[in-house]
């Protein structure tokens, strides 16, 4: 069972994360005080008739962190574990993500305490509609931009955009991304994440001189962001060598066949079981040996007590908040190259970014324009942080931090304080 461990706090984690890179920069206090926290924090019940009758309240979050830069923007997660601690601290990192793949967002997100997984579609359609009447006043497509995020989807989008045009009066595409294509989603967004995740470790592979060809690679979660980027590892002759989900951890030395996992996964929901593969214990893919380690589950997944075994050379963050601050400094002291999630797994939102300026201008691009542009923002923003890297000589998630912060205190700073 790959659950999340309660050792760390990811607000903490975010926080110190912050505090780190605007020490490296030498950022003044003033401008902290302006950017670091969130800007609206809003907490709504949200009551639903259940299929048996009876009536559960479940807890729901919305958080801005910021809007310096744009509308908030960042995703919507559906997950037992969801507090309102984890959905700031994922809303601080989307600030300084779209601020590192320099789109004219801020950063948000939100998030239902609840079980989905054991929720039926009725259950599920009426959670969500509730869930966004109750958020309705901060969203928009000039405010607020929610997408999906863990366990939810573009269904999850579609009854958004449908709840929220309904009280408006007309459709309203834009307030949310990550929608069916029927309804003024992109190509290319479902596998964005995947892709941008792909894009940057052939960057660092080109960096380190360590050839993708042949590479062994460990997946830690198997849902969009881990199946997309198997697939296209695999695509790229690289041997994907474990691959785990919240059910069960698969193992196969000579690399799994990702097309038929990701059949078979689509089709009976878990990997455990998949021919050709040994199980293994949830806690061993961490430490199993290959070249590049992708977490794409949740966060906390690498802490201080599990880092040491990392044998990888790289570590590719398709996870928000995967590593915590004592793992960064393990893998560090190890030689091992990090990709930090706000470089790692912006495809996401950068196709997003793709999607809503489409359904603000109601004029769609063509599948090769999205991959085309997606790559050249993913090598862009990993040469930006691999030169901040370099040239001061810290840790890529720094510098990615530096990058990100950087362009959102230059931004507070030419606006200045209201009033
Ligand atoms: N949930 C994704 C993330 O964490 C995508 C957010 C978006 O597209 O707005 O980056």
């Known amino acids: 069972m790959l659950t999340k461990e309660s050792t760390g706090n990811a607000y903490d984690v975010a926080m110190e994360n912050f505090e780190a890179a605007a020490n490296t920069m030498g950022l003044d206090e003033d401008t902290r005080q302006m950017i670091k926290c969130p800007e609206r924090v809003l907490t709504v019940s949200v009551p639903v008739r259940m299929d048996d009758g009876h009536i559960h309240r479940f ?16 995703g919507i997660r559906f997950h037992p574990q969801v507090t309102l601690d984890e959905v700031k601290a994922l809303a601080t990192w989307m600030t300084w993500k779209c601020a590192v793949v320099n789109i004219p967002f801020g950063g948000g997100k939100g998030g239902v305490t609840c079980d989905p997984k054991h929720m039926s579609r009725g259950e599920l359609e009426r959670m969500t509609r509730r869930y966004t009447s109750a958020i309705l006043p901060l969203i928009g497509p000039e405010q607020d931009i929610p997408a999906p995020d863990v366990y939810t989807n573009s269904q999850t989008m579609a009854w ?54 042949g590479a062994a690679i460990a997946v830690q979660g198997f849902g969009n962001a881990g199946s997309v980027a198997a697939q296209l590892f695999h695509e790229a002759g690289a041997k994907i060598v474990a691959v785990s989900d919240s059910t069960g951890s698969i193992y196969n030395r000579n690399g799994l066949n990702i097309p038929e996992l990701i059949q078979m996964k689509t089709m009976c929901g878990h990997v455990e079981g998949f021919p050709e593969s040994e199980p ?25 007590d599990n880092a040491g075994t990392v044998k990888a050379r790289i570590v590719a963050e398709a996870a928000n908040g995967p590593v915590t601050p004592g793992a960064d400094r393990i893998l560090e002291s190890k030689g091992c190259f990090v990709i930090p999630d706000i470089l790692c797994n912006a495809g996401g939102v950068t196709v997003s970014y793709f999607e809503w300026v489409q359904d603000e201008q109601h004029l769609f691009w063509e599948a090769q324009d999205i991959y085309k542009r997606l790559e050249r923002v993913m090598k862009t923003s990993f040469r930006d942080v691999l030169k901040i890297h370099m040239e001061r000589k810290t840790p890529m998630r720094i510098a990615a931090n530096i990058l990100g912060i950087g362009r959102v205190a230059e931004a507070v700073q030419i606006r200045g304080i209201y009033p």
């Open 59 to 74: 807890e729901g979050y919305r958080v801005q962190h910021s809007t310096a830069r744009g509308p908030a923007k960042g």
């Open 160 to 213: 958004i955009m449908d709840t929220y045009s309904m009280t408006k009066g007309y459709s309203i595409a834009g307030v949310v991304t990550g929608k069916p294509i029927s309804l003024g989603g992109s190509l290319g967004r479902n596998e964005a994440t995947g892709r941008g995740v792909f894009y940057t470790v052939e960057c660092a592979c080109d960096h380190l001189k360590m050839p993708l060809k």
């Open 280 to 304: 293994i214990l949830p806690h061993e893919l961490i430490g199993i040996d290959c070249d590049i380690l992708v977490p794409a589950a949740l966060e906390n997944m690498i802490r201080e």
